[in-house]
Protein backbone atom coordinates (compact mmCIF):
# COMPACT_ATOMS: atom_id res chain seq x y z
CA UNK A 1 0.00 0.00 0.00
CA UNK A 2 1.07 3.68 -0.49
CA UNK A 3 1.95 5.80 1.83
CA UNK A 4 3.08 9.60 2.72
CA UNK A 5 5.05 10.89 5.34
CA UNK A 6 5.05 14.76 6.29
CA UNK A 7 8.19 15.09 8.79
CA UNK A 8 6.98 18.47 9.96
CA UNK A 9 4.16 18.37 12.45
CA UNK A 10 4.28 22.18 13.17
CA UNK A 11 6.28 24.86 11.51
CA UNK A 12 6.51 28.85 12.03
CA UNK A 13 7.86 31.28 9.68
CA UNK A 14 7.67 34.96 9.66
CA UNK A 15 5.56 36.56 7.34
CA UNK A 16 7.42 37.30 3.76
CA UNK A 17 9.50 34.70 4.56
CA UNK A 18 9.59 31.84 2.01
CA UNK A 19 8.41 28.35 2.95
CA UNK A 20 8.90 24.92 2.53
CA UNK A 21 6.88 22.42 3.20
CA UNK A 22 8.21 18.56 2.97
CA UNK A 23 6.48 15.46 1.79
CA UNK A 24 7.71 11.94 1.07
CA UNK A 25 6.13 9.10 -0.55
CA UNK A 26 6.16 5.37 -0.61
CA UNK A 27 4.83 3.95 -4.36
CA UNK A 28 6.40 1.67 -6.35
CA UNK A 29 5.38 3.12 -10.03
CA UNK A 30 4.30 6.50 -10.65
CA UNK A 31 2.33 8.50 -8.20
CA UNK A 32 -0.38 11.25 -8.26
CA UNK A 33 0.35 13.56 -5.62
CA UNK A 34 -1.69 16.36 -4.53
CA UNK A 35 -1.37 18.83 -1.69
CA UNK A 36 -4.71 20.23 0.09
CA UNK A 37 -4.62 23.23 2.91
CA UNK A 38 -6.71 23.11 5.27
CA UNK A 39 -7.68 26.75 6.56
CA UNK A 40 -9.50 27.09 10.41
CA UNK A 41 -12.72 25.50 11.00
CA UNK A 42 -12.46 25.01 7.42
CA UNK A 43 -12.47 21.47 4.87
CA UNK A 44 -10.06 20.95 2.75
CA UNK A 45 -9.36 22.77 -0.59
CA UNK A 46 -7.00 21.37 -3.00
CA UNK A 47 -4.12 23.56 -3.68
CA UNK A 48 -2.50 21.60 -6.91
CA UNK A 49 -1.72 18.17 -7.86
CA UNK A 50 0.72 16.10 -10.18
CA UNK A 51 0.09 13.62 -12.31
CA UNK A 52 2.88 13.51 -14.96
CA UNK A 53 5.20 15.47 -17.00
CA UNK A 54 6.74 18.92 -16.00
CA UNK A 55 7.93 17.83 -12.14
CA UNK A 56 7.53 21.75 -11.10
CA UNK A 57 3.57 22.04 -10.98
CA UNK A 58 1.80 25.77 -10.01
CA UNK A 59 -1.03 25.75 -7.92
CA UNK A 60 -3.48 28.37 -5.93
CA UNK A 61 -2.21 31.03 -4.02
CA UNK A 62 1.44 31.33 -5.25
CA UNK A 63 1.66 27.81 -4.19
CA UNK A 64 4.27 25.31 -6.51
CA UNK A 65 5.82 21.81 -5.87
CA UNK A 66 8.50 19.84 -6.75
CA UNK A 67 7.96 16.25 -7.99
CA UNK A 68 11.27 14.37 -7.43
CA UNK A 69 11.37 10.93 -8.27
CA UNK A 70 14.76 9.84 -7.01
CA UNK A 71 13.99 11.38 -3.76
CA UNK A 72 10.83 10.49 -3.54
CA UNK A 73 9.25 14.08 -2.35
CA UNK A 74 6.94 16.33 -3.81
CA UNK A 75 8.17 19.52 -1.43
CA UNK A 76 5.55 22.08 -1.32
CA UNK A 77 7.23 25.37 -1.63
CA UNK A 78 6.06 29.45 -1.57
CA UNK A 79 8.71 32.37 -2.10
CA UNK A 80 6.67 34.68 0.37
CA UNK A 81 4.66 33.82 3.21
CA UNK A 82 1.34 35.67 4.07
CA UNK A 83 0.04 35.73 7.46
CA UNK A 84 -3.18 34.29 5.54
CA UNK A 85 -1.67 30.85 4.72
CA UNK A 86 -1.74 30.02 8.42
CA UNK A 87 -3.37 26.75 7.91
CA UNK A 88 -2.80 23.19 8.47
CA UNK A 89 -1.42 21.40 5.16
CA UNK A 90 -1.98 17.77 3.90
CA UNK A 91 0.14 15.97 1.32
CA UNK A 92 -1.89 13.10 -0.40
CA UNK A 93 -0.88 10.11 -2.64
CA UNK A 94 -3.70 8.27 -5.45
CA UNK A 95 -4.29 4.60 -4.22
CA UNK A 96 -7.45 4.60 -4.93
CA UNK A 97 -8.99 6.78 -3.17
CA UNK A 98 -6.39 8.98 -1.44
CA UNK A 99 -4.19 8.37 1.39
CA UNK A 100 -3.19 11.24 3.24
CA UNK A 101 -0.04 12.15 5.34
CA UNK A 102 -0.67 13.49 9.35
CA UNK A 103 -0.47 17.32 8.23
CA UNK A 104 1.47 20.10 8.93
CA UNK A 105 0.69 23.06 10.72
CA UNK A 106 2.01 26.37 9.46
CA UNK A 107 1.87 29.30 11.77
CA UNK A 108 2.60 33.07 10.72
CA UNK A 109 4.29 35.29 12.64
CA UNK A 110 4.85 38.94 12.57
CA UNK B 1 -18.11 25.84 -8.06
CA UNK B 2 -18.79 22.37 -6.51
CA UNK B 3 -20.24 22.20 -3.32
CA UNK B 4 -20.11 19.79 -0.63
CA UNK B 5 -22.33 20.64 2.47
CA UNK B 6 -22.75 18.65 5.43
CA UNK B 7 -25.77 19.09 8.06
CA UNK B 8 -23.96 19.94 11.25
CA UNK B 9 -20.94 21.68 12.29
CA UNK B 10 -20.87 21.23 15.92
CA UNK B 11 -22.94 18.01 17.52
CA UNK B 12 -22.83 17.03 21.02
CA UNK B 13 -24.00 13.62 21.84
CA UNK B 14 -24.03 11.67 24.57
CA UNK B 15 -22.97 8.03 24.64
CA UNK B 16 -24.34 5.18 22.93
CA UNK B 17 -27.06 7.84 21.50
CA UNK B 18 -27.29 7.43 17.97
CA UNK B 19 -26.32 9.94 14.99
CA UNK B 20 -26.43 11.14 11.33
CA UNK B 21 -24.54 12.38 9.48
CA UNK B 22 -25.82 13.81 6.45
CA UNK B 23 -22.95 15.07 3.34
CA UNK B 24 -24.92 16.34 0.33
CA UNK B 25 -23.24 17.54 -3.17
CA UNK B 26 -24.70 19.85 -5.57
CA UNK B 27 -22.33 18.22 -8.82
CA UNK B 28 -23.62 15.13 -9.51
CA UNK B 29 -20.48 13.08 -8.59
CA UNK B 30 -20.31 9.30 -8.37
CA UNK B 31 -17.80 9.45 -5.27
CA UNK B 32 -18.22 10.26 -2.54
CA UNK B 33 -15.92 9.52 1.30
CA UNK B 34 -16.81 9.82 5.00
CA UNK B 35 -12.98 10.76 6.74
CA UNK B 36 -12.55 11.03 10.57
CA UNK B 37 -10.00 14.11 11.58
CA UNK B 38 -7.88 13.76 14.88
CA UNK B 39 -4.64 15.76 15.58
CA UNK B 40 -1.94 14.09 15.62
CA UNK B 41 -3.25 11.25 12.87
CA UNK B 42 -4.58 13.02 9.84
CA UNK B 43 -7.32 12.27 7.45
CA UNK B 44 -8.71 8.73 7.81
CA UNK B 45 -10.88 7.10 5.56
CA UNK B 46 -14.02 5.75 7.20
CA UNK B 47 -16.13 4.06 4.02
CA UNK B 48 -16.72 5.47 0.60
CA UNK B 49 -19.22 4.78 -2.25
CA UNK B 50 -18.61 4.42 -6.08
CA UNK B 51 -22.50 4.76 -6.78
CA UNK B 52 -25.55 4.48 -5.48
CA UNK B 53 -26.49 1.93 -2.97
CA UNK B 54 -22.88 0.56 -2.74
CA UNK B 55 -20.52 1.16 -0.30
CA UNK B 56 -16.72 0.03 0.35
CA UNK B 57 -14.94 0.09 3.70
CA UNK B 58 -12.39 2.56 4.16
CA UNK B 59 -9.70 1.95 6.35
CA UNK B 60 -11.47 2.81 10.01
CA UNK B 61 -15.15 1.52 9.00
CA UNK B 62 -15.67 -0.29 12.97
CA UNK B 63 -18.41 1.81 14.60
CA UNK B 64 -19.50 3.38 11.68
CA UNK B 65 -22.14 2.70 8.87
CA UNK B 66 -23.54 4.47 5.76
CA UNK B 67 -26.51 4.71 3.67
CA UNK B 68 -26.20 6.53 -0.18
CA UNK B 69 -29.88 5.99 -1.31
CA UNK B 70 -29.99 9.04 -3.76
CA UNK B 71 -26.54 10.17 -5.95
CA UNK B 72 -26.39 13.07 -3.90
CA UNK B 73 -26.36 12.14 -0.35
CA UNK B 74 -24.20 10.27 1.54
CA UNK B 75 -24.97 9.93 5.31
CA UNK B 76 -22.46 8.33 7.54
CA UNK B 77 -24.57 6.66 10.77
CA UNK B 78 -23.35 6.13 14.37
CA UNK B 79 -24.87 3.47 15.80
CA UNK B 80 -24.30 3.62 19.70
CA UNK B 81 -22.09 6.67 19.69
CA UNK B 82 -18.63 6.43 22.15
CA UNK B 83 -16.45 8.98 23.29
CA UNK B 84 -13.44 7.96 20.89
CA UNK B 85 -15.64 8.86 18.15
CA UNK B 86 -15.22 12.13 19.19
CA UNK B 87 -13.70 13.78 16.14
CA UNK B 88 -13.87 15.70 12.99
CA UNK B 89 -15.88 14.38 10.45
CA UNK B 90 -14.99 15.40 6.72
CA UNK B 91 -17.39 14.26 3.73
CA UNK B 92 -15.94 14.67 0.55
CA UNK B 93 -17.48 13.62 -3.27
CA UNK B 94 -15.64 13.43 -6.79
CA UNK B 95 -16.68 12.96 -10.14
CA UNK B 96 -16.36 9.99 -12.06
CA UNK B 97 -13.83 6.96 -11.49
CA UNK B 98 -10.99 8.77 -13.10
CA UNK B 99 -7.86 8.77 -11.14
CA UNK B 100 -7.23 12.56 -12.10
CA UNK B 101 -10.25 14.30 -10.59
CA UNK B 102 -10.33 16.19 -7.41
CA UNK B 103 -11.86 15.27 -4.18
CA UNK B 104 -14.01 18.40 -3.01
CA UNK B 105 -14.41 18.44 0.93
CA UNK B 106 -17.14 20.14 3.51
CA UNK B 107 -16.72 21.82 5.74
CA UNK B 108 -16.78 19.19 8.04
CA UNK B 109 -18.46 18.36 11.95
CA UNK B 110 -17.19 18.47 14.92
CA UNK B 111 -18.18 15.45 17.34
CA UNK B 112 -18.20 15.72 20.64
CA UNK B 113 -19.57 12.75 22.30
CA UNK B 114 -19.44 13.20 26.15
Known amino acids: AQSVTQPDIHITVSEGASLELRCNYS??????LFWYVQSPGQGLQLLLK??????LVQGIKGFEAEFKRSQSSFNLRKPSVHWSDAAEYFC????????FGKGTRLSVIA | DVKVTQSSRYLVKRTGEKVFLECVQD?????MFWYRQDPGLGLRLIYF???????EKGDIPEGYSVSREKKERFSLILESTSTNQTSMYLC?????????????FGPGTRLLVL
Open chain 2, 92 to 104: ASQAGTGIRETQY
Open chain 2, 49 to 55: SYDVKMK
Open chain 1, 92 to 99: AVLDTPLV
Open chain 2, 27 to 31: MDHEN
Open chain 1, 27 to 32: YGATPY
Open chain 1, 50 to 55: YFSGDT
